[in-house]
C-alpha cells in the first residue's frame, strides 16, 4: 500500500471549513484513499473514502486530484466535536489490514 | 446495532501475568482486526483474521503475544507473561470483506470499538 504524508496538526475555526490535506504520489491505479478520524479515547471512525472522483457523504467531501497524488477532506462546517485526528491511508481493493500513519490533528477553536 | 464490543475496558496487572482481551465483533461482518496504539508507535495492527482464519499476524510482536478466534462472534487477545512495554490501547475492529460484501453493501469500512486500555506495572 502506498505511503502518505500529512501535516502533523492544523487549527481550524469553528463554523468554517477545515481542509485537510494528504500526499500520496506512489499511489497506484486500484487504490483507494481513505479517510478515518480518531476523537480522544475513542476507536477511529471511518469518514469517507474514494478511488478517482470526488465523493461527498453527510460527514465530509474528498477531492481527489486528478493526477490522483493528493487529495483534500474537507468539513464544510467545523464543530469543536470534530477535534480529532485525522488518517489518510491509502489501500487497495481488496480490503484487508489498515496501516495508519501519524496523522493530522485538528483543533477546531470557538 | 451494539457495535463492537470489547472487554475489559481497563485492566491493571502485574509484570508476568496472563491477559487475555475480548473482542464481540458486529453480526455478520466477516473479517476482524487486532490493533495496538501506543504514544511512541502509533496506531498499528497486530493481526487479523477473516472468516476466522488467521491471514496476517506479521504485526504480532513476540511469542507472548497469541490471538484466537474460535467463532464468527468471539476473538481473544492473549499476552502471557506480560511486560511494562506491553502497556497500550488495543483496539478491536471488524467488517465485511470479500464476497459477502455484496450482501452488506460496504465498503470495507472497518467498525472499531472502544479499546481496552492495558496498564502492565
Known amino acids: 500500500d502506498a505511503k502518505t504524508t500529512q501535516p502533523p496538526s492544523m487549527d481550524c475555526a469553528e463554523g468554517r471549513a477545515a481542509n485537510l490535506p494528504c500526499n500520496h504520489s506512489?499511489?497506484?491505479?486500484?487504490?483507494?484513499v481513505y479517510w478515518y478520524r480518531q476523537i480522544h479515547s475513542q476507536g477511529p471512525q471511518y469518514i469517507i473514502h474514494?478511488?478517482?472522483n470526488n465523493e461527498t457523504n453527510e460527514m465530509a467531501s474528498l477531492i481527489i486530484t486528478e493526477d490522483r497524488k493528493s487529495s483534500t477532506l474537507i468539513l464544510p462546517h467545523a464543530t469543536l466535536r470534530d477535534t480529532a485526528v485525522y488518517y489518510c491511508i491509502v489501500r487497495g481493493p481488496q480490503g484487508g489490514k489498515l496501516i495508519f500513519g501519524q496523522g493530522t490533528e485538528l483543533s477546531v477553536k470557538p | 446495532d451494539a457495535g463492537v464490543i470489547q472487554s475489559p475496558r481497563h485492566e491493571v496487572t502485574e509484570m508476568g501475568q496472563e491477559v487475555t482481551l475480548r473482542c464481540k465483533p458486529i453480526s455478520g461482518h466477516n473479517s476482524l482486526f487486532w490493533y495496538r496504539q501506543t504514544m511512541m508507535r502509533g496506531l498499528e495492527l497486530l493481526i487479523y483474521f477473516n472468516n476466522n482464519v488467521p491471514i496476517d499476524d506479521s504485526g504480532m510482536p513476540e511469542d507472548r503475544f497469541s490471538a484466537k478466534m474460535p467463532n464468527a462472534s468471539f476473538s481473544t487477545l492473549k499476552i502471557q507473561p506480560s511486560e511494562p512495554r506491553d502497556s497500550a490501547v488495543y483496539f478491536c475492529?471488524?467488517?465485511?470483506?470479500?464476497?459477502?460484501?455484496?450482501?452488506?453493501?460496504?465498503?470495507?469500512?472497518?467498525?472499531f470499538g472502544p479499546g481496552t486500555r492495558l496498564t502492565v506495572l
Open positions: 475492529a471488524s467488517t465485511v470483506s470479500g464476497g459477502a460484501q455484496k450482501f452488506f453493501g460496504s465498503y470495507n469500512e472497518q467498525f
Open positions: 474514494g478511488l478517482k
Open positions: 506512489t499511489i497506484s491505479g486500484n487504490e483507494y
